[in-house]
């Protein structure tokens, strides 16, 4: 069964961190994503990792903030979250590059 | 960065319809494509893949078809559980991108 499971989220002010987790089984794991949806918007790509963790891709409006990585002795992917904004808030998802979602954890971003 | 235009953005449907929703890019994905159900308050989930895949356990009823930069997706008889928003995504190139979405209402 195919499971992927995000951890980490939660509230934080403007300017903080947070380390997000996603724990994954049941599928190859290959390259792989982070996804992010704002309240009542569609899905936005925030960052992918090469299988073997080598290569990493950032949207522009997290890079230089947010790193992505992973362990592949544990099938999990982290997403560190610096210098985090009020547009930053929404649901983050791990997705595998196969198409699949973990259920998401709400980051939000307030003062 | 390759755009992917989606529509339409809505769609006021009755049981039994046939559903047609478009994804264009902005440049050759070839089949790099996945059609994604969003309910509220849910994580998207996958029903086609490869542009034209049926995802494992996904129902026949639904269906995508298309290559280059244009594609479909096509529910062939609505059903009240297919009532949610549809996306495509294309996984072509960095930075993965997402159609606006098409959100289904029941006339």
């Known amino acids: 069964e195919v499971q992927l499971l995000e951890s980490g989220g939660g509230l934080v002010r403007p300017g903080g961190s947070l380390r997000l987790s996603c724990a994954t089984s049941?599928?190859?794991?290959?390259?792989m994503n982070w996804v992010r949806q704002a309240p009542g918007k569609g899905p936005e790509w925030v960052a992918s990792?090469?299988?073997?963790?080598?290569?990493?891709f950032y949207a522009d409006s997290v890079r230089g903030r947010f790193t992505i990585s992973r362990d592949n002795g544990k099938k999990s992917l982290y997403l560190q979250m610096n210098s985090l904004r009020a547009d930053d808030t929404g649901v983050y998802y791990c997705?595998?590059?196969?198409?699949?979602w973990g259920q998401g954890t709400l980051v939000t971003v307030t003062s | 960065d390759i755009q992917m235009t989606q529509s339409p953005s809505s769609l006021s449907t009755s049981v039994g319809d046939r559903v047609t929703i478009t994804c264009q890019a902005s440049?050759?994905?070839?089949?790099?494509l996945n059609w994604y159900q969003q309910k509220p308050g849910k994580a998207p989930k996958l029903l086609i893949y490869?542009?034209?895949t049926l995802e494992t356990g996904v129902p026949s009823r639904f269906s995508g078809s298309g290559s280059g930069t244009e594609f479909t997706f096509t529910i062939s008889s609505l059903q009240p559980d297919d009532i949610a928003t549809y996306y495509c995504?294309?996984?072509?190139?960095?930075?993965?991108?997402f159609g606006q979405g098409t959100r289904l209402e029941i006339k």
């Open positions: 049941g599928f190859a794991f290959t390259s």
């Open positions: 997705l595998s590059r196969r198409g699949y």
């Open positions: 440049q050759d994905i070839t089949n790099y």
């Open positions: 995504q294309q996984y072509h190139d960095f930075p993965y991108t």
């Open positions: 990792i090469s299988t073997s963790g080598d290569y990493t």
């Open positions: 490869d542009a034209s």
